[in-house]
């Protein structure tokens, strides 16, 4: 009797198709690897390690001759899958996978720098981001300089020192900065610094940063890839060089690998994400514009708006304002808390970039961490809210934010 189950025969795989496919194609159909039983969606691959048919090939793939799978560690077929999906919408040679966005930014620049190097970032960013660079980075002899993101002489001034990596968020969380990209990939790569670019506010279907000049791209996934509030995940794409020189002998050996089953949910969230951010743009281009509208918001920051200091640079690089709204309310830090307990749709959490509309209030939670001074220079005081818009319909967004407002 045969030891497989019922059903199972030898994969028989049609052709590629010989024409280069849209992104959106991409996200549906790019990275999946049917088993012998020839399942629709892409089978989920829960397990931590991998046999071979004789010892010398495992003799082979330990020496990397073959491209058998070694340890879910280092490779597993639900990860790759994710990863050949989101390089292919990207545009990238190559992706590999983690376990959040903090660990896929640690090690973008941990695979990259030794003592003595300098990093350049934008001062405005993710407060984990800010503590990676300005904390821990420095203990192991790694000095750096935070420019201002919307400054060009600055960019400038920072980039005629040797630099090892320039790390970037752009648009910036909370408030929006927006960084040219394509002006400081060509500055650094003058002094042969590797730029490195948080594209998680603007996602993949906004913002191109390795068409840009930009190196290598982070996400964290955890936010539109996913988008749904599931999983925690992050990924880095970029060249051949960086992926296979730098980035995994140092991700392999220090293990923020991604888990299977996050990476199962992952390629299906690729499938609708253009879908999701492109109406979770518009509504959030509608309600910016209605809460420029009200006078109790003393000032509403949203890269589609032509109130916003870099309107025509964001409308450049990014195909849209995004999904998130910094906004300033005209009054202290007690009035932002009553506004938002009487919100009844949009709920109150520090997350951004899903499916159900949160706020947050920044200072004193996702930016708590960071000094007095560093959110001041960030422009986060306490009159401060950031709101991820959803996908649920903007009429109801405008209702509640109209009712708590009143
Ligand atoms: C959330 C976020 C991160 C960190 O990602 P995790 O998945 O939470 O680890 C990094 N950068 C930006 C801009 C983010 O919003």
Redo the contacts with the bound molecule.
């Keep these: 009797m045969s030891t497989r189950p019922w059903g199972y025969r030898p994969i028989n795989e049609r052709p590629d198709p010989s024409w280069e496919l849209h992104p959106q194609t991409h996200s549906v159909r790019t990275g999946l690897a049917r088993s012998g039983f020839g399942e629709t969606s892409e089978a989920l691959y829960l397990n931590s390690g991998f046999t071979y048919s004789s010892a010398d090939e495992a003799f082979d793939s330990f020496a990397e001759e073959t491209d058998h799978f070694l340890y879910s560690r280092f490779h597993n077929p639900t990860i790759a899958m994710f990863e050949q999906r989101l390089a292919a919408i990207e545009g990238a040679d190559f992706c590999v996978a983690t376990g ?6 640690f090690a973008s620049l941990a695979c990259l720098v030794e003592q003595g190097d300098h990093v350049v970032a934008s001062a405005a ?2 407060s ?2 800010h503590v990676v660079i300005t904390e821990f980075l420095p203990k192991w002899g790694v000095t750096f300089e935070l420019v201002k993101g919307n400054d060009p002489a600055a960019w400038a001034k920072a980039l005629s020192k040797p630099t090892k990596a320039v790390f970037i ?1 752009t648009p ?2 909370p408030l929006l900065e927006i960084v040219d990209i394509q002006m400081v990939s060509d500055l650094a790569h003058n002094v042969g610094a590797t730029v490195i670019v ?1 594209n ?2 603007a996602s993949p279907i906004l913002q191109r940063p390795l068409q840009l000049g930009a190196d290598v791209v ?1 996400y ?4 539109h890839i996913d988008g749904q509030g599931r999983v ?3 990924a880095l794409l970029g060249s051949r060089e960086y992926i296979f020189e730098k980035l995994l002998p140092f991700v392999r050996h220090t293990g923020p690998a991604l888990s299977a089953f996050n990476a199962w949910v992952l390629v299906k969230s690729l499938e609708t994400m253009e879908m999701r951010v492109q109406r979770m743009t518009e509504n959030a281009q509608t309600v910016a514009e209605f809460l420029e509208t009200r006078k109790e918001i003393k000032s509403v920051r949203f890269p589609g708006l032509k109130s916003h200091p870099e309107y025509e640079l964001a409308k450049k690089q990014m195909s849209g304002g995004g999904t998130t709204i910094g906004i300033e309310f005209a009054g202290n830090q007690k009035a932002v808390f009553a506004f938002m307990n009487k919100l009844r749709v949009i709920d109150i959490s520090n ?3 899903d499916s159900k509309s949160l706020i947050t209030h920044p200072a004193s939670t996702t930016h708590r961490r960071l000094a007095p001074e560093v959110q001041a220079e960030m422009g986060i005081t306490e009159s401060v809210m950031r709101l991820s818009i959803g996908l649920e319909h903007s009429s109801d967004l405008i209702k509640d934010l109209t009712q708590a407002l009143n």
Excluded at 100 to 105: E, H, L, R, T
Excluded at 220 to 223: D, E, F, H, L, V
């Design positions: 959040s966005g903090m660990s896929a930014m960013m993710f984990s981001c968020e910036s969380n948080d998680v506010m982070m964290s996934a955890t936010k925690l995940a992050g997350n951004l970039g």
